[in-house]
């Protein structure tokens, strides 16, 4: 069954940095989109970075075009999203998720492989 794994995240003060990353157990990721989203209590997921591997075309969300980076690993298993100038309201679950056919979207009932989540935290 085809999986992916989040590590990363943590801790930070406002201004800092963070790593976040996904990993395929058991395939890898050409041929697919490679999205992260983000989820306080009481919203809905939103979508924060998009990838395809096979082209490196990337997508940012408005609030943190600029300042996140997202990318693949030469492994093509692996997606990172480096998270720079983190603000408070960068807070959140931040999860990995993988849509088929190699086109990103924002809409999460297209992505059907979802990591379990890791935490971000960003407070002085």
């Known amino acids: 069954q085809a999986q992916v794994v989040e590590s990363g995240g943590g801790s930070v003060q406002p201004g800092g940095s963070l790593r976040v990353s996904c990993a395929a157990a058991g395939f890898t990721l050409d041929d697919y989109a490679i999205a992260w989203f983000r989820q306080t209590p009481g919203k809905e997921r939103e979508g924060v970075s998009c990838i395809t591997i096979y082209d490196e075309t990337t997508n940012y969300g408005d609030s943190v075009r600029g300042r996140f980076t997202i990318s693949g690993d030469n492994d093509r298993r692996t997606v990172h999203l480096q998270m720079n100038g983190l603000k408070p309201e960068d807070t959140a679950v931040y999860y990995c998720?993988?849509?088929?056919?190699?086109?990103?979207?924002?809409?999460?009932?297209?992505?059907?492989?979802w990591g379990q989540g890791t935490q971000v935290t960003v407070s002085s």
């Open positions: 998720a993988v849509k088929p056919y190699a086109r990103c979207s924002w809409d999460v009932r297209e992505f059907l492989v």
